[in-house]
């Protein structure tokens, strides 16, 4: 086991490193990224069919009995009986808690939204451009949209900012926030005021937000198909649990979604030039989530033991302690490869929805050569709460496998666009034969005949 032997503290963390000189190492790798394939959502699968299922019932209870069914489903999940007429947070209710916010953090607060509105200003493409040979693309914002924050865990007030901000720097007329009333069997007082600041900015007027105090898969299903209290949207984004992923995924179709944005994770790569009391740090920020996903991946065995002896330090110190425990044992892990090649590799397969690159002077090179991850985050003093916070991207981001092929939520998933084609007589009249030519290639004879049409007779 080469470095390994001789290090004989005892502690239940232990098991967690592995490495490529150990003989199960392949096996346990398997496992690590077993280990946070069903975290995301429910799949497919024999061991999370049965509660698949369980949304399906929740979202087709919702369909038949509407408000009835939120108001069963808030009470067994989240300890709270509500009225269909309490479902909304009052006006009066939300200047209340704003009147109420530390000044301090109300500070902060707009700071992030400054934050994040400069930066989607900065990246959103929603301009009509138009193309040479008449044609287009037109963007509109989608109209209606439904906000999903979490509260089970923890009260997530800075998924408003990230979510609803995008939101308004697109153009969206109406945003429909839902939070499970966990806190006192409300929403977070703190989650109440930025939902307030936002719907008094000035520059945003236009934008009419609402606040439900409803969370889980029943939130989800209410957004999409619509009940007396609640009027549907055409998109649903925002991260949540396996329950509230699910659902999106069920639901999408009817409705658009953003992406699959489950469970927190972090993958972290370092190198002996890393600290490894910050990387120890930074993993417990993720797993403190309960669930949350930590890991590490290098190639120096020495500050894989000196993060483990850190992790085992400041676990203790956290007021979540058992909960983070638990994450680290069931979902977190330290790995050490032989090569930067390989561990390249394995953590594009990984594709975390946060990645940490804490190698020194190689951070940027190495980033470079990431090209599955929700975000990345280069260098010793970018903690992934940078970015939850403060930075301008937004962090929803997708989990699971999901970015592959999902990206981070921004301002551009609140447009749609539109192909604009416009053809006068003459510039038909150049391409019709090969349009005409391709058409009766594929069968489709009217297709043809709709231009020759055109051709034989001309405008009346």
């Avoid at 493409?125 to 906000?147: E, Q």
């Avoid at 949540?240 to 999408?252: F, H, I, M, P």
């Avoid at 956290?318 to 390249?344: A, H, N, P, Q, W």
Wanted: net charge negative; hydrophobic share 40%; with cysteine.
């Amino acid at each position: 086991m080469g470095f390994w032997k001789g290090i004989t503290v005892p502690h239940e963390l232990d098991k967690i490193l592995i490495s490529y000189d150990q003989p199960e190492f392949m096996e346990r790798l398997v496992n690590v990224f077993l280990s946070k394939g069903g975290m995301s959502h429910f799949g497919v699968g024999p061991s999370h069919v049965e509660n698949r299922r369980k949304v399906e019932v929740i979202l087709t209870e919702v369909v038949e009995k509407e408000d009835e069914a939120i108001v069963k489903y808030t009470e067994k999940f989240d300890g709270v009986k509500l009225t269909p007429e309490q479902f909304r947070v009052s006006q009066a209710d939300l200047k209340k808690a704003h009147g109420q916010i530390d000044p301090e953090l109300l500070c902060s607060i707009r700071k992030s939204i400054d934050n994040v509105k400069k930066y989607q200003k900065e990246i959103f493409i929603g301009n009509d451009k138009k193309c040479s040979g008449g044609t287009g693309i037109k963007y509109t914002a989608i109209k209606r949209v439904g906000i999903c924050v979490p509260g089970a865990s923890a009260p997530l007030p800075s998924t408003v900012i990230m979510t609803a901000v995008p939101a308004m720097v697109a153009g969206v007329e109406e945003i429909a926030v839902v939070s499970p009333p966990r806190y006192k069997g409300d929403i977070h007082p703190v989650t109440l005021a930025v939902c307030y600041e936002l719907s008094i900015d000035e520059d945003y007027q236009n934008c009419q937000i609402e606040v439900y105090r409803i969370g889980g898969a029943q939130a989800v299903g209410a957004l999409n198909f619509e009940t007396e209290t609640i009027k549907r949207v055409d998109k649903i984004v925002g991260p949540g649990n396996q329950w509230v992923q699910t659902a999106k995924q069920l639901v999408y179709g009817d409705v658009g979604i953003d992406s699959i944005a489950g469970p927190s994770e972090v993958l972290i790569i370092a190198n002996d030039d890393a600290n490894p009391a910050w990387v120890a740090a930074d993993m417990l920020s993720q797993a403190e989530h309960a669930p949350g996903c930590a890991y590490l991946f290098t190639v120096s065995q020495k500050i894989a033991a000196e993060v483990l002896k850190e992790l085992k330090k400041q676990v203790g110190q956290l007021k979540r302690k058992d909960e983070t425990i638990v994450c680290l044992k069931k979902t977190s892990g330290i790995v050490v490869f032989e090569d930067m090649y390989d561990l390249i590799q394995r953590a594009n397969e990984f594709a975390a929805e946060h990645l940490q690159i804490q190698c020194g002077q190689q951070s940027r090179e190495i980033a470079e050569k990431i090209n599955d991850a929700g975000a990345i985050f280069i260098g010793d003093y970018t903690p992934v709460a940078v970015g939850d916070y403060w930075a301008g991207p937004s962090h929803t981001l997708p989990t699971g496998i999901s970015a592959k092929f999902f990206s981070a939520l921004s301002a551009n998933d609140f447009i749609k666009s539109t192909s604009i084609i416009e053809y006068d007589k003459e510039k038909l009249a150049e391409s019709a034969e090969d349009i005409i030519r391709l058409a009766e290639a594929e069968g489709l004879d009217a297709h043809a005949k709709s231009v020759r049409i055109r051709q034989e007779t001309g405008q009346k």
